[in-house]
């Protein structure tokens, strides 16, 4: 599976972003898709994940309430919307495909990545 992120960019505290992941090779509904984020200096963070359905979603508590991962299978693409954004939501998101079927997700459990798309938020 090949993943393109897109949508990354500059906005101000308290503004949204939608990010896209364009999902190609083999069956996109084979996989659970998720999003990542690495800040500077820090780790990679799970942030959200989706079934194959895009039926049901987990969220870290970290974007609880103001993110929401929703995904296209006709499209292959998955999405996330960003709301409220805030300064320390300045990362790089990476998109993410799983064969884990179930829970939230550590890095490890992630079988292909995208390249990462830069979100700077500016207060």
């Known amino acids: 599976v090949q993943l393109q992120a897109s949508g990354g960019g500059m906005v101000l505290a308290g503004g949204s972003l939608i990010l896209s992941c364009a999902a190609s090779g083999r069956t996109f509904t084979s996989y659970r898709m998720g999003w990542f984020r690495q800040a500077p200096g820090k780790e990679r963070d799970f942030l959200a994940v989706i079934d194959w359905s895009g039926g049901s979603a987990e969220y870290s508590d970290s974007v609880k309430g103001r993110f929401a991962i929703s995904k296209n299978n006709a499209k292959s693409t998955v999405y996330l919307l960003m709301n409220s954004l805030k300064p320390e939501d300045t990362a790089v998101y990476y998109c993410?495909?799983?064969?884990?079927?179930?829970?939230?997700?550590?890095?490890?459990?992630?079988?292909?990545w995208g390249q990462g798309t830069l979100v700077t938020v500016s207060s």
């Open positions: 993410a495909a799983t064969s884990r079927t179930w829970g939230q997700l550590e890095t490890y459990d992630v079988d292909y």
